[in-house]
Protein backbone atom coordinates (compact mmCIF):
# COMPACT_ATOMS: atom_id res chain seq x y z
CA UNK A 1 0.00 0.00 0.00
CA UNK A 2 1.29 3.59 -0.98
CA UNK A 3 2.03 5.77 2.04
CA UNK A 4 1.93 9.37 3.13
CA UNK A 5 3.45 11.36 6.07
CA UNK A 6 1.53 14.67 6.27
CA UNK A 7 3.41 17.14 9.14
CA UNK A 8 1.01 19.57 10.48
CA UNK A 9 1.55 22.46 12.67
CA UNK A 10 2.85 25.98 12.23
CA UNK A 11 0.24 29.01 11.81
CA UNK A 12 -2.94 28.25 12.68
CA UNK A 13 -4.46 30.45 10.50
CA UNK A 14 -3.66 28.43 7.84
CA UNK A 15 -6.41 25.95 9.68
CA UNK A 16 -3.24 23.04 9.79
CA UNK A 17 -5.34 20.11 11.59
CA UNK A 18 -8.34 21.17 9.73
CA UNK A 19 -6.23 20.54 6.28
CA UNK A 20 -4.95 17.36 7.65
CA UNK A 21 -8.39 16.04 8.01
CA UNK A 22 -8.96 17.29 4.82
CA UNK A 23 -6.30 15.38 3.02
CA UNK A 24 -6.24 12.30 4.58
CA UNK A 25 -9.86 11.39 3.51
CA UNK A 26 -8.20 12.43 0.03
CA UNK A 27 -5.66 9.61 0.36
CA UNK A 28 -7.95 7.18 1.57
CA UNK A 29 -9.82 7.49 -1.17
CA UNK A 30 -6.96 6.65 -3.56
CA UNK A 31 -5.79 3.83 -1.04
CA UNK A 32 -2.80 5.25 0.97
CA UNK A 33 -1.81 4.59 4.50
CA UNK A 34 -1.66 8.10 6.13
CA UNK A 35 0.47 8.96 9.10
CA UNK A 36 -0.09 12.00 10.67
CA UNK A 37 2.69 13.86 12.65
CA UNK A 38 2.16 18.06 14.71
CA UNK A 39 5.88 17.62 14.96
CA UNK A 40 9.41 19.16 13.03
CA UNK A 41 11.67 16.05 14.54
CA UNK A 42 9.73 13.54 12.41
CA UNK A 43 12.09 15.16 9.69
CA UNK A 44 14.98 13.97 12.30
CA UNK A 45 15.08 10.53 10.95
CA UNK A 46 16.51 10.28 7.33
CA UNK A 47 15.53 6.31 6.74
CA UNK A 48 11.91 7.34 8.55
CA UNK A 49 11.39 9.98 5.42
CA UNK A 50 12.59 7.67 2.80
CA UNK A 51 9.85 4.78 4.03
CA UNK A 52 7.35 6.99 2.32
CA UNK A 53 5.84 7.38 -0.65
CA UNK A 54 5.02 11.24 -0.59
CA UNK A 55 5.85 13.99 2.49
CA UNK A 56 3.46 16.57 2.80
CA UNK A 57 4.33 19.39 4.64
CA UNK A 58 1.48 21.40 5.82
CA UNK A 59 3.19 24.14 8.29
CA UNK A 60 3.20 27.69 7.00
CA UNK A 61 6.21 29.66 8.90
CA UNK A 62 8.38 27.63 11.31
CA UNK A 63 11.95 26.96 11.55
CA UNK A 64 13.88 23.63 10.64
CA UNK A 65 17.07 22.64 11.33
CA UNK A 66 19.59 22.26 9.09
CA UNK A 67 19.61 18.66 9.37
CA UNK A 68 16.19 18.45 9.27
CA UNK A 69 16.54 20.15 5.84
CA UNK A 70 19.05 17.81 4.50
CA UNK A 71 16.65 14.96 5.84
CA UNK A 72 14.02 16.61 3.35
CA UNK A 73 16.43 17.13 0.63
CA UNK A 74 18.12 13.91 0.50
CA UNK A 75 14.36 11.94 0.76
CA UNK A 76 13.35 13.49 -1.84
CA UNK A 77 16.56 12.95 -4.06
CA UNK A 78 16.11 9.18 -3.34
CA UNK A 79 12.66 9.10 -5.05
CA UNK A 80 10.20 9.89 -2.67
CA UNK A 81 7.52 12.76 -3.61
CA UNK A 82 6.40 15.67 -2.55
CA UNK A 83 3.29 17.37 -2.23
CA UNK A 84 2.68 20.79 -1.02
CA UNK A 85 0.05 23.19 -1.24
CA UNK A 86 -0.71 26.94 -0.24
CA UNK A 87 0.79 27.95 2.63
CA UNK A 88 1.61 24.72 4.43
CA UNK A 89 4.01 24.11 1.85
CA UNK A 90 4.87 27.88 -0.44
CA UNK A 91 4.99 30.05 2.91
CA UNK A 92 7.24 26.97 5.35
CA UNK A 93 10.64 26.99 6.54
CA UNK A 94 11.42 30.46 5.28
CA UNK A 95 15.12 30.70 6.33
CA UNK A 96 16.12 27.68 4.66
CA UNK A 97 16.79 28.27 1.00
CA UNK A 98 17.52 24.41 0.14
CA UNK A 99 13.81 23.55 0.81
CA UNK A 100 12.23 26.62 -1.51
CA UNK A 101 14.81 25.46 -4.41
CA UNK A 102 13.38 21.99 -3.84
CA UNK A 103 10.03 23.04 -3.55
CA UNK A 104 10.06 25.61 -6.93
CA UNK A 105 9.10 28.60 -5.06
CA UNK A 106 8.01 30.87 -2.28
CA UNK A 107 5.48 33.00 -1.03
CA UNK A 108 6.20 36.74 -0.89
CA UNK A 109 2.91 38.11 -0.45
CA UNK A 110 -1.02 38.28 -1.18
CA UNK A 111 -1.69 42.04 -1.67
CA UNK A 112 -4.87 41.02 -3.68
CA UNK A 113 -7.55 38.95 -1.73
CA UNK A 114 -10.76 38.46 -4.18
CA UNK A 115 -11.64 36.50 -7.38
CA UNK A 116 -9.15 35.88 -10.24
CA UNK A 117 -9.31 33.58 -13.18
CA UNK A 118 -6.36 30.73 -13.25
CA UNK A 119 -5.74 29.13 -16.27
CA UNK A 120 -4.65 25.84 -16.99
CA UNK A 121 -1.36 25.82 -19.27
CA UNK A 122 -0.85 22.23 -19.98
CA UNK A 123 -4.23 20.37 -21.09
CA UNK A 124 -2.48 17.73 -21.67
CA UNK A 125 -0.53 16.51 -18.95
CA UNK A 126 -1.86 14.14 -16.67
CA UNK A 127 -2.55 16.23 -14.19
CA UNK A 128 -4.67 17.90 -15.57
CA UNK A 129 -6.41 16.13 -17.96
CA UNK A 130 -10.53 17.13 -18.28
CA UNK A 131 -9.80 20.50 -16.33
CA UNK A 132 -11.25 22.92 -17.28
CA UNK A 133 -9.06 25.50 -19.67
CA UNK A 134 -9.44 28.39 -17.40
CA UNK A 135 -11.98 28.86 -13.69
CA UNK A 136 -12.43 31.40 -11.26
CA UNK A 137 -11.64 31.51 -7.37
CA UNK A 138 -11.97 33.80 -4.68
CA UNK A 139 -9.56 33.60 -2.34
CA UNK A 140 -5.99 34.95 -1.77
CA UNK A 141 -3.83 35.25 -4.99
CA UNK A 142 -0.53 34.57 -4.29
CA UNK A 143 2.42 36.37 -5.32
CA UNK A 144 5.35 33.76 -5.65
CA UNK A 145 8.94 33.91 -6.29
CA UNK A 146 9.71 31.29 -8.67
CA UNK A 147 12.96 29.41 -9.87
CA UNK A 148 13.36 28.81 -13.76
CA UNK A 149 12.94 24.87 -13.73
CA UNK A 150 9.24 24.61 -12.85
CA UNK A 151 6.80 22.93 -15.09
CA UNK A 152 3.83 25.52 -15.05
CA UNK A 153 0.57 23.50 -15.23
CA UNK A 154 -1.65 26.12 -14.30
CA UNK A 155 -0.78 30.13 -13.88
CA UNK A 156 -2.76 33.71 -13.56
CA UNK A 157 -2.65 37.47 -14.47
CA UNK A 158 -1.45 39.87 -11.36
CA UNK A 159 -1.81 43.20 -11.13
CA UNK A 160 -0.26 45.04 -8.69
CA UNK A 161 1.07 48.54 -8.00
CA UNK A 162 0.52 49.60 -11.76
CA UNK A 163 1.80 46.57 -13.68
CA UNK A 164 0.53 43.00 -15.03
CA UNK A 165 2.19 40.22 -14.85
CA UNK A 166 2.18 36.40 -15.60
CA UNK A 167 2.17 34.25 -11.83
CA UNK A 168 2.47 30.36 -11.69
CA UNK A 169 -0.52 28.76 -10.05
CA UNK A 170 0.27 24.95 -9.71
CA UNK A 171 4.21 23.21 -10.98
CA UNK A 172 5.76 20.30 -11.26
CA UNK A 173 9.54 19.82 -10.72
CA UNK A 174 12.07 17.01 -10.31
CA UNK A 175 14.26 16.68 -7.32
CA UNK A 176 16.98 13.85 -7.82
CA UNK A 177 14.63 11.04 -8.50
CA UNK A 178 11.43 12.48 -6.88
CA UNK A 179 9.06 14.23 -7.71
CA UNK A 180 7.70 17.73 -6.44
CA UNK A 181 3.88 19.00 -6.91
CA UNK A 182 2.72 22.63 -5.62
CA UNK A 183 -0.06 24.51 -5.86
CA UNK A 184 -0.73 28.24 -4.52
CA UNK A 185 -4.74 27.45 -4.08
CA UNK A 186 -6.25 26.41 -1.33
CA UNK A 187 -6.24 28.98 1.74
CA UNK A 188 -10.02 27.19 3.58
CA UNK A 189 -10.65 23.41 3.00
CA UNK A 190 -14.39 24.30 1.87
CA UNK A 191 -12.46 25.59 -1.12
CA UNK A 192 -11.90 22.03 -2.49
CA UNK A 193 -16.21 21.84 -2.71
CA UNK A 194 -16.88 25.17 -3.82
CA UNK A 195 -14.35 24.91 -6.75
CA UNK A 196 -13.55 21.41 -7.47
CA UNK A 197 -11.25 21.86 -10.07
CA UNK A 198 -9.00 22.43 -7.28
CA UNK A 199 -9.26 18.93 -5.42
CA UNK A 200 -9.21 17.33 -9.14
CA UNK A 201 -5.53 19.49 -9.69
CA UNK A 202 -4.56 17.99 -6.48
CA UNK A 203 -6.01 14.15 -6.84
CA UNK A 204 -4.86 14.26 -10.27
CA UNK A 205 -1.22 15.34 -8.80
CA UNK A 206 -1.17 12.49 -6.32
CA UNK A 207 -1.79 9.58 -8.98
CA UNK A 208 1.08 11.62 -11.14
CA UNK A 209 3.56 11.23 -8.33
CA UNK A 210 2.65 8.05 -7.36
Known amino acids: MKNVLIVSGGWLGHKPYEFADFFEQLYKDQDFEVIHSHTL ?11 FDILMPNWTMGEISDEQEHNISEAIKSGVNLVGIHGGAGDAFRSCLTYQWMLGGQFLGHPYVGEYEVRITQKDHP ?18 LTEPSIEVLAETRYIYEGQTMIMPVAWVKNWGQGKVFYSALGHEPSEYDVYPEMKQLLTQAIRFLT
Open 41 to 51: DSFNDLNFLKS
Open 127 to 144: ICLEISASFTVNTEQYYM
